[in-house]
């Protein structure tokens, strides 16, 4: 991944997590010699691979389990695992998960070098600012999405319920270890959630109004990739789980030399693509939305990215800085989906639009049409791999029963206006346009 050039951490990719992979990260980021006290922040829900590693791992270093992880992470359970870790210093941090593990191993790892409450660090008027991290972080991905590896950014829920991004140097890993076999069979709803939510990153990325030739080169390559890969690594992951259903039958798919599936591969390497590029500028208006779904209904980060992409897309495309980047990008997306229909036959496409949009080749199709194909590509993923695009398809909501609880539901956003991630939109998100975008999506 070339890519990798343009990120302050170091990125290694192996075919396995092992033990060895592990203690050879440990020895060259610390210095030392399987002596030192290692702080490992994983989920609770049982990982073979990940376990056996830990467990081989723990008969040379001297290793510390934390998991009090939730989705959405919490600053009471973050900060019941940095009291514990402030009474003895670890020689390193390592996250091994999604992006909640991740953001939790980031939090911990600075607040033991930092004092004080995580609350008070979030948030447009927080009382501290992180200075300084001596203890090496270590993070390694479990899914195809997040990015947090490669950023200085993470995610916390405060006690007050609110969702914030804390943005600071000290949150940036020094190692990020992408290893092929964690991600050999994940389920499809994380398959589709994570790898949505890489995809916001890069859009995110491209149509910042602080974007520069940096970050729209890396967007690009990112948003490309992953619309590449994504679908197939969704169908690859349902095929992998109807199999499991069936012991009969053998796993299908091309895998890469590790026998790790390879377009969950090509994701994961895309995910993290994507988190260097919006590690530079930061997000925008999706992920602002996202948070005021993640509080009030519970969603998980990256359906609830996914919710407002198509709207915030059209109100985007108005820019027309934004809009020639975006054509640009169609025109390249189009053109590599077609080259994989010629080499696979019909019956290798799945993207319905590729065949469809104004039934013309890619020589025939105006601005307007490639701006169309890739609006109808991000829908159309949505659509196929489950992820809500109405406010009646969240589980649990409660739909409102007249004009006055559809004003107080889109009123809830208001809250949006103090994110910071707002201001990155190229086009001004009002409160009246927030709540209109709201209210579209009861309709």
Same mark, same amino acid.
């Given at each position: 991944?070339?890519?990798?050039? *343009?990120?302050?951490?170091?990125?290694?990719?192996?075919?396995?997590?092992?033990?060895?992979?592990?203690?050879?990260?440990?020895?060259?980021?610390?210095?030392?010699?399987?002596?030192? &006290?290692?702080?490992?922040?994983?989920?609770?829900?049982?990982?073979?691979?990940?376990?056996?590693?830990?467990?081989?791992?723990?008969?040379?270093?001297?290793?510390?389990?934390?998991?009090?992880?939730?989705?959405?992470?919490?600053?009471?359970?973050?900060?019941?695992?940095?009291?514990?870790?402030?009474?003895?210093?670890?020689?390193?941090?390592?996250?091994?998960?999604?992006?909640?593990?991740?953001?939790?191993?980031?939090?911990?790892?600075?607040?033991?070098?930092?004092?004080?409450?995580?609350?008070?660090?979030?948030?447009?008027?927080?009382?501290?600012?992180?200075?300084?991290?001596?203890?090496?972080?270590?993070?390694?991905?479990?899914?195809?999405?997040?990015?947090?590896?490669?950023?200085?950014?993470?995610?916390?829920?405060?006690?007050?319920?609110?969702?914030?991004?804390?943005?600071?140097?000290?949150?940036?890993?020094?190692?990020?270890?992408?290893?092929?076999?964690?991600?050999?069979?994940?389920?499809?709803?994380?398959? *589709?959630?994570?790898?949505?939510?890489?995809?916001?990153?890069?859009?995110?990325?491209?149509?910042?109004?602080?974007?520069?030739?940096?970050?729209?080169?890396?967007?690009?390559?990112?948003?490309?990739?992953?619309?590449?890969?994504?679908?197939?690594?969704?169908?690859?992951?349902?095929?992998?789980?109807?199999?499991?259903?069936?012991?009969?039958?053998?796993?299908?798919?091309?895998?890469?030399?590790?026998?790790?599936?390879?377009?969950?591969? &090509?994701?994961?390497?895309?995910?993290?693509?994507?988190?260097?590029?919006?590690?530079?500028?930061?997000?925008?208006?999706?992920?602002?939305?996202?948070?005021?779904?993640?509080?009030?209904?519970?969603?998980?980060?990256?359906?609830?990215?996914?919710?407002?992409?198509?709207?915030?897309?059209?109100?985007?495309?108005?820019?027309?800085?934004?809009?020639?980047?975006?054509?640009?990008?169609?025109?390249?997306?189009?053109?590599?989906?077609?080259?994989?229909?010629?080499?696979?036959?019909?019956?290798?496409?799945?993207?319905?639009?590729?065949?469809?949009?104004?039934?013309?080749?890619?020589?025939?199709?105006?601005?307007?049409?490639?701006?169309?194909?890739?609006?109808?590509?991000?829908?159309?993923?949505?659509?196929?791999?489950?992820?809500? &695009?109405?406010?009646?398809?969240?589980?649990?909501?409660?739909?409102?029963?007249?004009?006055?609880?559809?004003?107080?539901?889109?009123?809830?956003?208001?809250?949006?206006?103090?994110?910071?991630?707002?201001?990155?939109?190229?086009?001004?998100?009002?409160?009246?346009?927030?709540?209109?975008?709201?209210?579209?999506?009861?309709?």
């Amino acid at each position: 991944m070339i890519g990798a050039i *343009a990120s302050p951490t170091k990125i290694i990719e192996v075919p396995q997590c092992t033990a060895r992979a592990l203690d050879e990260v440990l020895v060259y980021t610390t210095g030392l010699a399987g002596s030192g &006290d290692i702080l490992c922040i994983i989920d609770p829900r049982p990982f073979p691979v990940r376990d056996q590693a830990l467990a081989e791992l723990g008969k040379t270093w001297k290793l510390r389990i934390m998991d009090r992880i939730v989705p959405n992470p919490e600053s009471k359970d973050i900060m019941a695992m940095v009291e514990e870790a402030r009474n003895r210093r670890p020689a390193a941090v390592i996250g091994i998960g999604g992006g909640s593990t991740l953001d939790s191993a980031k939090a911990v790892s600075m607040l033991i070098e930092n004092p004080g409450d995580l609350d008070e660090y979030l948030g447009p008027e927080a009382a501290r600012k992180a200075q300084a991290r001596t203890i090496p972080l270590i993070l390694i991905p479990t899914t195809t999405g997040t990015g947090s590896e490669v950023t200085r950014f993470g995610v916390y829920t405060a006690r007050s319920g609110r969702k914030y991004t804390l943005n600071s140097p000290v949150l940036q890993a020094e190692v990020a270890l992408l290893a092929h076999n964690l991600v050999a069979d994940l389920p499809p709803a994380l398959v *589709a959630a994570t790898g949505y939510d890489a995809l916001t990153h890069a859009l995110e990325t491209l149509w910042n109004k602080n974007a520069t030739p940096l970050s729209d080169r890396l967007a690009e390559e990112a948003a490309a990739a992953i619309l590449k890969s994504l679908e197939p690594a969704w169908q690859t992951s349902m095929e992998q789980q109807g199999s499991a259903q069936n012991a009969n039958e053998p796993r299908t798919g091309a895998s890469d030399p590790t026998g790790s599936p390879a377009p969950l591969v &090509d994701l994961q390497r895309a995910a993290t693509l994507a988190g260097i590029a919006f590690n530079k500028i930061g997000t925008a208006a999706i992920h602002a939305l996202s948070f005021i779904l993640s509080e009030e209904w519970h969603l998980s980060h990256g359906a609830a990215c996914a919710f407002f992409t198509q709207n915030v897309y059209d109100l985007n495309m108005q820019d027309p800085a934004v809009r020639s980047k975006f054509v640009g990008l169609a025109k390249r997306v189009y053109t590599e989906a077609l080259n994989t229909t010629a080499r696979n036959g019909e019956a290798g496409v799945k993207n319905r639009s590729v065949k469809d949009i104004d039934g013309k080749d890619s020589a025939g199709l105006s601005d307007e049409g490639y701006l169309a194909y890739l609006r109808d590509r991000l829908v159309n993923l949505k659509e196929l791999m489950g992820l809500p &695009d109405r406010f009646t398809e969240i589980p649990g909501f409660a739909a409102p029963a007249d004009a006055e609880g559809k004003e107080k539901l889109a009123a809830l956003f208001d809250k949006v206006q103090n994110d910071f991630k707002l201001k990155n939109n190229p086009v001004p998100c009002t409160p009246e346009l927030v709540r209109r975008l709201v209210l579209e999506k009861l309709s």
